[in-house]
Each structure stands twice: as C-alpha cells, then as structure tokens.
C-alpha cells in the first residue's frame, strides 16, 4: 500500500512555490480504501511520506476523540508522545519503534475508524488554509513539537475527561502545520491553554477533595 506523496514536505517553506499538498481526510480516506487484510502503523507512516508528522499527529489526535474503551487514550497517547518529541528535536521524517510501528488493526475496522474520523477533518479542514504563518523555516515544527509533546503527556495520564481538550487541541496544531495556517495556530494554541486550565482545575478538585475525605477518616 503506497500514496503518492511527493511535493508534500511540511517542512519545505522556501524554494519554488510548493504544489498545493492534498487534504489530510482525503490521503485518510484513499488509506482506507486502499486498505487489505491487517494495517499496520508502518505501513500507514510510509503512505504518508514527508508529510508524516503533520499527518500522525491529526491522526493519533483525532482517534483520541472518538468514543473508544477506557484505556485507550494511554495507548494512543504513547505514539503522539513519539512524534511531537522528534518534530521538537528536528527530525525531517518520523520514526516509530518496532512495538508501535509493528501494530495493526484489520482493515475492516481500519475503515471503521476512518469513516468515523474523516467527516469531522473534511469539517474542520474547511476553515484551514495557508496563511499568516509567524514562523521562518522549520522553527514552527520546533515550538509545535513542545507544545504536542506537553499535551500529549496530558492525554496519557489517566485523568478523567481529561484527554479530549488536549488531543483536540493537537489536532488543530497538527492541521497548522500541514496547510502552514497561522490563524489555525492560534486556535490550537488558545485550546491548548483552555486545556491546561482544565487539567489543573480537575487536579486542584482532586486534591481538595482527597483531603477532605482523609480528614473524615482521620
């Protein structure tokens, strides 16, 4: 299973103008459709070429948004962690170890997933456009592989209700970075923050009632 890919660095920002890069829902959608017998990670990161860091994150993200079994984000959120650590440290093409690169799911329920994740991109993809990029060359893929890297450690920590606002947020983050989308930046940013809030109102609330319910016992 092969797509072609070509012209579709997500890191190229100089040069001769760049060939408009196909839509991440459609390259999901061919993936799918092209899919047979089991697909593994590797073979879905080898489809997507240089484009691979901008597309793993929209993917591994976005999977955490749908209603799967409990558990499941700290799984999926180990991939994401991989990912945004090598876009923050520079790499030009993701790699993932062999115990993720090596799962696969059969290609039935690949579909499955996918028929559910590609309407909400094909949603989301409508507002995301090359634009406003504040960033010169390749330290936008830095600061976006931080900020991944932070709310994907997030995802993974079992805090109830709390991996949804941080995975759509790198989703947004993701989908900034295929189309180079400034006003798309700033939306992942600002859930970001949103998240963060969240996440520390939820510990705060944990905490306060962790000791109220010690002082009872004790």
Do not use: C
């Not at 209700?161 to 790198?170: D, Y």
Request: proline share 6%; aromatic share 10%.
């Amino acid at each position: 299973m092969r797509t072609d890919m070509e012209g579709f660095d997500a890191g190229h920002t100089g040069g001769a103008p760049r060939r408009k890069p196909r839509r991440l829902s459609l390259l999901f959608a061919r993936l799918a459709a092209e899919a047979d017998g089991r697909i593994t990670v590797a073979e879905i990161v080898d489809a997507l070429g240089d484009r691979s860091f901008a597309a793993l994150l929209v993917l591994f993200a976005a999977l955490n948004l749908l209603p799967l079994p409990p558990g499941s984000s700290a799984v999926l959120g180990v991939p994401l962690l991989i990912v945004a650590a090598q876009l923050m440290y520079g790499s030009k093409r993701a790699w993932l170890p062999r115990f993720v690169a090596e799962k696969s799911v059969p290609a039935e329920q690949f579909r499955s997933l996918m028929n559910r994740l590609v309407p909400r991109l094909v949603w989301l993809e409508k507002f995301v456009r090359p634009r406003y990029w504040p960033f010169w060359r390749r330290r936008g893929d830095r600061i976006i592989g931080v900020m991944s890297f932070l709310l994907a450690v997030v995802v993974t920590l079992p805090i109830p209700l709390g991996n949804w606002l941080p995975a759509f947020a790198i989703a947004l983050l993701g989908l900034a970075l295929s189309e180079r989308d400034g006003l798309m930046f700033a939306a992942g940013s600002a859930v970001s923050m949103a998240a963060a809030l969240v996440i520390a109102f939820v510990i705060g609330a944990a905490g306060v009632a962790t000791q109220a319910a010690l002082g009872w016992m004790f």
